[in-house]
C-alpha cells in the first residue's frame, strides 16, 4: 500500500466519522415529544376532541390516552382517531387499568388501541400490590396479556410510581416487573417519580437497555410549593444526562411531558413544558 493511499483511506474514514456525530445527534432530537393527556384532565373531561387538536397545534407529536378512554364507545373511538389525523398527531400507547389486561377486558383493550393506532397497552398502576409475591403476581398477568396482544401487533408495558422504587424484603418491585416479564415488554419509565424517592433515573435506564421505550417527562423538585408543581426543566431531574442514556441505551421510541399541577393553567402549563424542552434540546 501506498503512503497517499493509505492517507488517503485514513481521510475518508476521519470524514466519515465527522460526518455521524451530528447524524447520531440529529437522531435523538427527532424523537417525537407528546403529552400525556392527564396533564388536561379537565378540558380532556369537558371536550376530548377540541382538547386534542389544541394539544397537536401547540406542537406537540404524539398523545397518550389514560384509563377513560376505555369507557368509550368504539366509535367515539373512531371520532378521537380523526381529531388526531386532522392535527398531524399520534398516540403510541395508553394508560389503562387492570381490566385491560384481564377477560374480555382485553380484548376491548386490542380493539380500542387498534382503532387508535397504538402500539403499547401500559398498565397504569398495579393497585393494592404490597408483597414480592403480589408484585410477581402483577408480572404474571402482564406476561399473561402479552401473549394475547402480541398476535394484534401490540406490546405491553407497566408504568412505575413511587411504590416500584422503594424496595420491598430488599428487592425493588420494579426489578420483579422487569425480572418476570417478556424482553419486548415495555418499562414506562415516569422519571420523577423515581427522583423523589432517591434513585438514579440513569442507572435503571442503563441496567436496562432496550426496554425503556417510552419516558414520562415527569419533572419533580425538592422544597416547599415545588414538587411536581415545578414545569419540565425546572426541578431536580438531570434530563440531559437522561436523554442522552435513553437515547444512547434505554431504546426510546418517544418521548411524554407530564404534569400533575403548576402555578400555570393547564394548557398554558402544556405549552411552557413543550418550549422548555425545545430549549432543553437545542
Known amino acids: 500500500m501506498t503512503s497517499q493511499s493509505s492517507s488517503r483511506r485514513s481521510f475518508l474514514a476521519a470524514a466519515a466519522a465527522v460526518a455521524?456525530?451530528?447524524?447520531?445527534?440529529?437522531?435523538?432530537?427527532?424523537?417525537?415529544?407528546?403529552?400525556?393527556?392527564?396533564?388536561?384532565?379537565?378540558e380532556l373531561t369537558k371536550d376530548t376532541l377540541a382538547t386534542v387538536r389544541a394539544v397537536g397545534k401547540m406542537g406537540y407529536q404524539v398523545v397518550e390516552f389514560y384509563a377513560p378512554y376505555f369507557q368509550w364507545t368504539p366509535e367515539f373511538a373512531k371520532e378521537a382517531r380523526k381529531a388526531m389525523d386532522d392535527v398531524g398527531l399520534r398516540c403510541n400507547s395508553t394508560h389503562n387499568g387492570p381490566p385491560s389486561f384481564t377477560g374480555d377486558g382485553i380484548a376491548k383493550a386490542i380493539e380500542y388501541n387498534k382503532i387508535l393506532g397504538s402500539k403499547y397497552i401500559v398498565m397504569a398502576s398495579a393497585g393494592r400490590a404490597s408483597s414480592l409475591d403480589d408484585w410477581k403476581k402483577v408480572a404474571d398477568t402482564l406476561t399473561a396479556a402479552c401473549e394475547k396482544f402480541r398476535p394484534a401487533g401490540l406490546r405491553a408495558g407497566y408504568h412505575n410510581h413511587q411504590a416500584e422504587f422503594k424496595a420491598v424484603d430488599g428487592k425493588r418491585p420494579i426489578e420483579v416487573i422487569a425480572a418476570n416479564t417478556p424482553k419486548d415488554f415495555m418499562l414506562q419509565f415516569d422519571v420523577g417519580t423515581c427522583v423523589e424517592v432517591?434513585?438514579?433515573?440513569?442507572?435503571?435506564?442503563?441496567?436496562?437497555?432496550?426496554?425503556?421505550n417510552s419516558l414520562h417527562l415527569k419533572d419533580w423538585g425538592a422544597g416547599a410549593d415545588r414538587g411536581y408543581k415545578v414545569l419540565f426543566g425546572e426541578g431536580d431531574v438531570p434530563w440531559k444526562k437522561v436523554l442522552d442514556a435513553a437515547e444512547a441505551k434505554g431504546g426510546v421510541e418517544y418521548y411524554l411531558i407530564e404534569q400533575e399541577g403548576s402555578r400555570f393553567p393547564a394548557m398554558e402549563t402544556a405549552e411552557k413544558c413543550l418550549a422548555n424542552y425545545k430549549k432543553l434540546r437545542g
Not at 198 to 211: F, K, L
Request: proline residues 11%.
Open 20 to 42: 455521524a456525530t451530528p447524524l447520531v445527534r440529529a437522531a435523538g432530537k427527532n424523537i417525537p415529544v407528546g403529552l400525556e393527556l392527564f396533564s388536561v384532565r379537565d
Open 198 to 212: 432517591g434513585q438514579d433515573p440513569v442507572a435503571w435506564i442503563n441496567a436496562n437497555p432496550g426496554r425503556i
